[in-house]
């Protein structure tokens, strides 16, 4: 099943506790993202990746990074969170540029 | 700065009758646009997309409208369902060259279809 996967569900962490959200695609997509999805703000892009390599910073980079060392995983790094990062996160994936995503089920994340 | 904008939070609308949810742009850069739905505990799910050089885009009971002029879209929902209860967000791509993989989204209008 063409599916774009991520792990944790749900996850609780304390301040300043490094934390890796992962996320895999099985459809061999060239185009990878990050989005947070915050009540009254929608989802706004974190980061995005066009290909193994090559990433870039979408609306709110800010405490975040991203790796894409191989083309189907994409993780979402948080070296020191805070709790401004609690939100629910989803992964996204996409072959084409003017194709729409294949999104992930997301992980809520609560940082206390 | 908000660059595309739902401004309807909700709307409710009866089993049969026509469900239309509007979206707003800023950014005229802005050359293909998509509409996501989305059911809780799940990622949003592609609906269906329309590119600038274009109208209107059908697709079975979805129908999106593209107003350039206004940077207005809609996405009309004949006859909508039960089924249809989600939240709806608009998205757009482009604007900088080098973007064409980044999604701008609205905040959602979550819309009710009631028996």
């Known amino acids: 099943e063409a599916q774009v996967t991520q792990n944790p569900r749900y996850l609780i962490t304390v301040t300043g506790k490094k934390l890796t959200v992962t996320c895999s695609q099985n459809?061999?997509?060239?185009?990878m993202s990050w989005y947070r999805q915050d009540p009254g703000l929608g989802l706004r892009q974190i980061y995005y990746?066009?290909?193994?390599?090559?990433?870039d910073k979408g609306d709110v980079p800010e405490g975040y990074k991203v790796s894409r060392k191989e083309k189907r995983n994409f993780p979402l790094i948080l070296e020191s969170p805070s709790p401004n990062q609690t939100s629910l996160y989803f992964c996204?994936?996409?072959?084409?540029?003017?194709?729409?995503?294949?999104f992930g089920s997301g992980t809520r994340l609560t940082v206390v | 700065d908000q660059q595309v904008k739902q401004n309807s939070p909700s709307l409710s609308v009866q089993e049969g009758r026509i469900s239309i949810l509007n979206c707003d742009y800023t950014?005229?850069?802005?050359?293909?646009f998509l509409w996501y739905k989305k059911y809780p505990a799940e990622g949003p799910t592609f609906l269906i997309s329309?590119?600038?050089?274009?109208d209107k885009n059908e697709d079975g009971r979805f129908t999106v409208f593209l107003n350039k002029s206004a940077k207005h879209l809609s996405l009309h929902i004949v006859p909508s369902q039960p089924g249809d209860s989600a939240v709806y967000f608009c998205?757009?791509?482009?604007?900088?060259?080098?973007?064409?993989?980044?999604?701008?989204f609205g905040t959602g209008t979550r819309l009710q279809v009631t028996l």
């Open positions: 990746s066009m290909n193994v390599e090559v990433t």
């Open positions: 996204a994936s996409s072959w084409r540029a003017n194709y729409g995503y294949t």
């Open positions: 329309i590119s600038s050089i274009k």
């Open positions: 459809m061999n997509h060239e185009y």
């Open positions: 950014n005229s850069m802005f050359d293909y």
């Open positions: 998205a757009a791509k482009g604007g900088k060259t080098g973007t064409a993989s980044k999604l701008t």
